[in-house]
């Protein structure tokens, strides 16, 4: 059996990665529209993140934003280091809870990390998997291995949504408010 760790130079390749920016208020209220948008129908959620101070700081906002929604539980709260061993007890307390939707606020090496380690030795679904803007680098599906994120999808700092589809991350095009109108092209 292989390990599902990303071997350092690997990871090297990618250069430095973004540490997590403080959350905007437009990126937590995007994320809350994500998974309480109509047929969604998720009302338990297991929150994870990295130990920064950026990520613990917006999975905090989240969980007092969902709780205070109604009807809606978080069954578990998990954090990981950037680096470990292996990520599997982490990996095994983000998914024991089975959880409607997981929601994750994180550097993204941390995540291609632990998202390795999920998909590895658990039944962990990434289409039901939210992400803060941190999590919307393009150079995340590379790190955490064909196929792994897929699905996956969370809000920018702007408030825009994104999606990793097929080892990409697309940025949902916003019609302009009428506010705009008249400013710039496309």
């Not at 990618?14 to 937590?28: F, T």
């Not at 969604?40 to 297991?46: A, E, K, M």
């Not at 950037?82 to 941390?110: C, H, I, K, N, Q």
């Amino acid at each position: 059996m292989t390990s599902p760790l990303l071997p350092r130079a690997e990871a090297s390749a990618y250069g430095d990665l973004p540490s997590p920016g403080p959350h905007r208020d437009a990126e937590l209220r995007a994320l809350l529209g994500l998974l309480t948008a109509p047929r969604t129908r998720i009302s338990t959620v297991v929150v994870g993140h990295s130990r920064d101070a950026a990520s613990r700081s917006a999975a905090a906002a989240f969980i007092e934003a969902w709780r205070t929604r109604g009807d809606r539980t978080v069954l578990a709260k998990v954090d990981w280091p950037e680096t470990a061993a292996s990520w599997l007890r982490a990996a095994v307390r983000f998914t024991t809870e089975e959880p409607d939707a997981w929601v994750v606020a994180a550097a993204p090496l941390g995540w291609a990390q632990m998202s390795r380690r999920l998909r590895h030795s658990t039944n962990w679904d990434p289409a039901r998997t939210y992400g803060f803007a941190s999590l919307g680098d393009s150079r995340l599906p590379a790190l955490a291995g064909p196929a792994t994120l897929q699905g996956m999808r969370g809000a920018t700092a702007e408030g825009a949504i994104w999606t990793i589809d097929r080892g990409w991350v697309t940025h949902q095009v916003t019609a302009p408010s009428a506010g705009d109108a008249g400013r710039g092209t496309l």
